[in-house]
T-cell receptor, first 113, second 111 residues
Framework: DGGITQSPKYLFRKEGQNVTLSCEQN?????MYWYRQDPGQGLRLIYY???????QKGDIAEGYSVSREKKESFPLTVTSAQKNPTAFYLC????????????FGAGTRLSVL | QKEVEQNSGPLSVPEGAIASLNCTYS??????FFWYRQYSGKSPELIMS????GDKEDGRFTAQLNKASQYVSLLIRDSQPSDSATYLC???????????FGTGTRLTIIP
C-alpha cells in the first residue's frame, strides 16, 4: 500500500515542550515537504528537502527544525520557540524533475494544552 | 515573492450546474499549475494539472490556462454535492521544487 504516512493524527503540546511529527513515504520520491495550514488559509511552506542529508528553509521556518537522514523519512520538530504552533501540519512528497506534482499525507493536527 | 490569488468564496452552485473557480498568479515565469481539492479536516488531493495554454479536460473537470493574462481556472460540470470542498490553486516553475498555494475557494453545491 503505497503512500505517505503521517503520525500521530492528533498531537498536544505543553508549554515549553518540543514535539516531533513523523512523515514516512514509500513512493520512492526524492523530495519531501512540510506545510502548515491555519483555519481558512492556504498552505505555507515550512521546510523542504530535495535529497537525503540536505534541506532548505521555506517561508515560515522559524521555530521548526527537520532532518533527512533517510530518503523515506522527513520528521518535523516543533520547538518551544514556535509560539503559535496550533495548526494542521501537512507532509508532501514528489519526484524530482521537470514537473513538481506533490502528494500529501493525511496530516497531523497540533494543539497547545 | 510569488503570489497566488483566489476568491475565498463561499461559492454556491446548484446541483447539476457548472462551477467556475478562478486563480491569478503574479510570477510571469510560472510554468506548472495545479488544482487540489480539500474536504473539511482532510488533506489536499490533486485533481488537475496543466502546463500549456488552453484547456485540459478530465471527466467533469476542465482546467483552463491563459499565461498572457496570468490566470488559471477550473470548471466543474454537472456539479454534485460531493464536489463541495475547498479548491486550492498552486503554481510552480519548471525545475523549481516549491509550490505556492492560494488561500483556496470554498465551493458549496446546493442539492
Amino acid at each position: 500500500d503505497g503512500g505517505i504516512t503521517q503520525s500521530p493524527k492528533y498531537l498536544f503540546r505543553k508549554e515549553g515542550q518540543n514535539v516531533t511529527l513523523s512523515c514516512e513515504q514509500n513512493l520512492n520520491h526524492d523530495a519531501m515537504y512540510w506545510y502548515r495550514q491555519d483555519p481558512g488559509q492556504g498552505l505555507r511552506l515550512i521546510y523542504y528537502s530535495q535529497i537525503v542529508n540536505d534541506f532548505q528553509k521555506g517561508d515560515i521556518a522559524e521555530g521548526y527544525s527537520v532532518s533527512r537522514e533517510k530518503k523515506e523519512s522527513f520528521p518535523l520538530t516543533v520547538t518551544s520557540a514556535q509560539k503559535n504552533p496550533t495548526a494542521f501540519y501537512l507532509c508532501a512528497s514528489s519526484n524530482s524533475g521537470r514537473v513538481n506534482i506533490q502528494y500529501f499525507g493525511a496530516g497531523t493536527r497540533l494543539s497547545v494544552l | 515573492q510569488k503570489e497566488v490569488e483566489q476568491n475565498s468564496g463561499p461559492l454556491s452552485v446548484p446541483e447539476g450546474a457548472i462551477a467556475s473557480l478562478n486563480c491569478t498568479y503574479s510570477d510571469r515565469v510560472s510554468q506548472s499549475f495545479f488544482w487540489y481539492r480539500q474536504y473539511s479536516g482532510k488533506s489536499p488531493e490533486l485533481i488537475m494539472s496543466i502546463y500549456s495554454n488552453g484547456d485540459k479536460e478530465d471527466g467533469r473537470f476542465t482546467a483552463q490556462l491563459n499565461k498572457a493574462s496570468q490566470y488559471v481556472s477550473l470548471l466543474i460540470r454537472d456539479s454534485q454535492p460531493s464536489d463541495s470542498a475547498t479548491y486550492l490553486c498552486a503554481v510552480t516553475d519548471f525545475g523549481n521544487e516549491k509550490l505556492t498555494f492560494g488561500t483556496g475557494t470554498r465551493l458549496t453545491i446546493i442539492p
